[in-house]
């Protein structure tokens, strides 16, 4: 290194002794925790002076030590944006007498909603831009927009922070106003009712939890409580059912579940338990003409199945079987219209969609590829025979397609325009199975330029997530392509802790078998090296928010094996954050991890992987923790201290650096061309981690 080598930041240590259930342990950085976390996360201007300071002296540190990539994350950024089609429109959905849709002109940052007569005939509205609604802030995010059933009114809610608390408004289609008096601390989501009276929301409390659930006159006026959940570890919201009879209200959490209903004829009543809730039991329901149609994993079925009841009588015990439990398929999600139900089903890492219809024929919309993604849209309106399916693969750019359930005749109505160019041919995706520990095989997709060698000699990017059964499918993302083009291999573990391989694929890798889930993705790398895709010390893992968790727990156990660890906004201060009942996603969180609270045997076995308490001396490899100053989700403390916990214990003189954005939150910046610039300032990471860009400094 040369002599202007910048200095990293020390950050100070004030020790502090936690006692719990008869164990202690020491925290050197709890001070970087803000007392005042719930209001700094609405107004991050409240941010602690010292914590602030440390904040931005990190962030100069790592602009420093990554300067010599700049032109790389230029050159990265202007690749990704070429591939954007800059003025551009979703498919229009139709509904009624409109069609609604999503434009962007160029230059855009964000979207402008907009619908046009059904047909043709008559010019586009303007419903929202949301560009004008961001003007003049460092962050806006429009997380949901909605139109009334009768037309006449276009609800959207916005998150001016990043801190995930919105605002609802309401725009009066006939004039163009927005009425006055917005709702606010809300979560996103909304509903209006079936007769377009009311507009019923979610609120959020000041843990940031969802707790009650709220309605008014969609005009405005005086608000009323629906329903109030008092369960701390459930997360709630509102909607109505695929045929408008009905509002529901649904608690949940990984495990659990239980819906409420209100009848559509009348908006106003109190809502009814459909099913009670019982631990361990998971449903949702949706209504179809005559009767309930519900998914559930209710009778052992792991992989969920779908059965039927009464409209009068939609409890367990008149449940009837529509499409059985099958082991090894997982039922994701259901899809209604009038006449036919569609349904996404996952195995092996890979989708399929079956149709079915009332008499109970069905038939499967599939694909022959060792590895895609096939996504289920449904249908905007309830009486039709048409549903909307996307299919991509990590080589292949989106295809948009309306289907006919009747006549199974598919139309093609858009395929992803890459203006860059892009030539599928050029690539190559593989489906590769990892042995893990205990034998099970992990699926490993793998994309690479067909000209790449696979001797050991490119470098590779292993993504992984692995919680909440959440599945990574094996898409396609124009991102990737400014490393495969490069020479690199792109490859996706699809590690247990998400549905990939079914249900049961989540439920081994959770609570007490959450080890799975590393060892998993170590083996995934181990895979790669032995069948001459990578080589180690060669591959940098990439992991967001619980992927980031991942990324802790197994930057601990192989430092050897990576170039570099990315923790996107990494979820690895895992003991405090599930002692801390205060933070949002605590208890909600319990049945997915255990809790240190009140089980010995949860904290022990937390304590034995919880990536910050796990840092140790060793060699590890070249880290980037990023993080968002107001998310709600991973606070900002948390890759803080992780960092200043790691740049001490390395032995290896590879960096550890730290990226906060001081404007947003747990997704990064809402802007889409500012979001690509932090992409390619972590992909431009990789780069310099592989080519030990450090040395040059």
Do not use: C
């Not at 950085?29 to 719930?38: E, F, G, L, P």
């Not at 996504?375 to 039709?384: C, K, M, Y």
């Not at 001459?532 to 192989?558: C, F, P």
């Amino acid at each position: 290194m040369s002599q202007g080598t910048p200095v990293p930041p020390v950050a100070k240590k004030i020790p502090v002794r936690i006692e719990q259930l008869g164990r202690v342990r020491t925290d050197d950085y709890q001070w970087m925790k803000d007392d005042n976390w719930q209001a700094v996360l609405r107004d991050p201007t409240l941010i602690k002076a010292d914590v602030k300071e440390h904040l931005e002296a990190e962030n100069a540190y790592r602009e420093a030590m990554m300067a010599s990539t700049l032109p790389l994350q230029a050159a990265m950024f202007e690749e990704m944006k070429g591939r954007i089609k800059e003025a551009d429109s979703s498919v229009p959905s139709p509904d009624g007498p409109w069609e609604y849709y999503v434009e962007y002109r160029t230059g855009d940052q964000h979207p402008r909603y907009m619908r046009k007569p059904r047909g043709g005939a008559g010019e586009p509205q303007l419903l929202l831009d949301a560009n004008a609604l961001a003007e003049g802030k460092a962050y806006s995010e429009v997380s949901s927009t909605d139109h009334s059933p009768d037309h006449a009114l276009f609800a959207f809610s916005e998150d001016a922070q990043g801190s995930e608390v919105h605002q609802i408004f309401v725009r009066d289609l006939a004039t163009g106003e927005v009425l006055p008096d917005p709702i606010g601390s809300a979560i996103g989501d909304f509903t209006f009712s079936p007769d377009s009276e009311w507009i019923f929301w979610t609120n959020r409390d000041d843990n940031g939890r969802p707790d009650k659930i709220f309605r008014r006159p969609a005009r405005g006026g005086e608000t009323t409580l629906v329903y109030q959940e008092d369960d701390d570890g459930m997360f709630i919201s509102v909607g109505r059912t695929a045929d408008d009879a009905f509002i529901l209200i649904t608690a949940g959490n990984q495990e659990t579940s239980e819906a409420r209903v209100i009848p559509a004829a009348t908006p106003t009543a109190t809502p009814v338990v459909l099913e009670p809730r019982v631990v361990g039991r998971l449903y949702d329901a949706d209504h179809w003409g005559d009767r309930w149609v519900i998914r559930t994993n209710a009778d052992d079925s792991i992989d969920f199945k779908i059965v039927e009841a009464p409209t009068a009588t939609p409890g367990k015990a008149h449940w009837a079987d529509l499409v059985p439990h099958t082991p090894g398929r997982y039922i994701e999600g259901v899809a209604l219209v009038k006449d036919y139900i569609g349904r996404q089903e996952r195995a092996d890492a890979n989708t399929k969609i079956v149709i079915r219809d009332r008499a109970g024929a069905e038939h499967e919309i599939a694909v022959d590829e060792p590895a895609y993604s096939l996504s289920l849209g449904g249908a905007s309106e309830f009486d039709t025979t048409t549903m909307r399916y996307g299919y991509n693969s990590p080589s292949t750019p989106t295809s948009t397609y309306d289907y006919d359930l009747a006549t199974r005749e598919r139309t093609l109505r858009k395929v992803q325009e890459v203006p860059s160019g892009h030539v599928i041919s050029d690539y190559v995706v593989e489906r590769l199975n990892a042995p893990a520990p205990d034998g099970e095989l992990v699926p490993v997709t793998v994309l690479r330029r067909r000209d790449t060698p696979v001797d050991g000699s490119a470098p590779v990017l292993l993504y992984g997530y692995g919680s909440y059964g959440s599945p990574i499918p094996a898409s396609f993302s124009t991102n990737r392509l400014s490393l495969v083009d490069r020479g690199w291999i792109y490859a996706i573990a699809h590690v247990r802790g998400g549905s990939d391989k079914g249900w049961n694929w989540f439920l081994t890798a959770r609570r007490m078998t959450k080890k799975n889930t590393f060892t998993d993705f170590v083996a995934s790398a181990e895979h790669l090296i032995a069948r001459g895709y990578a080589s180690s010390g060669r591959i940098v893992a990439e992991g967001r928010s619980a992927g980031g968790m991942l990324m802790g727990a197994i930057n601990n156990m192989r430092p050897d094996l990576w170039a570099g660890v990315i923790g996107g906004v990494p979820f690895v201060d895992v003991i405090n954050t599930m002692s801390d009942t205060s933070l949002p996603l605590t208890p909600p969180e319990w049945p997915e991890w255990g809790n240190p609270i009140e089980d010995p045997e949860a904290y022990d076995y937390m304590m034995s992987y919880s990536p910050y308490d796990q840092v140790g001396p060793m060699a590890y490899p070249a880290v980037l923790a990023t993080g968002g100053l107001s998310d709600p989700r991973v606070t900002y403390w948390e890759p803080e201290k992780w960092v200043a916990k790691l740049r001490p214990a390395t032995t290896s003189g590879k960096p550890i650096l730290l990226k906060i954005n001081m404007e947003a939150g747990h997704a990064g910046s809402s802007g889409r061309f500012d979001y690509l610039k932090e992409v390619a300032h972590d992909y431009a990471f990789a780069v310099w981690a592989i080519d030990k860009g450090w040395e040059r400094v």
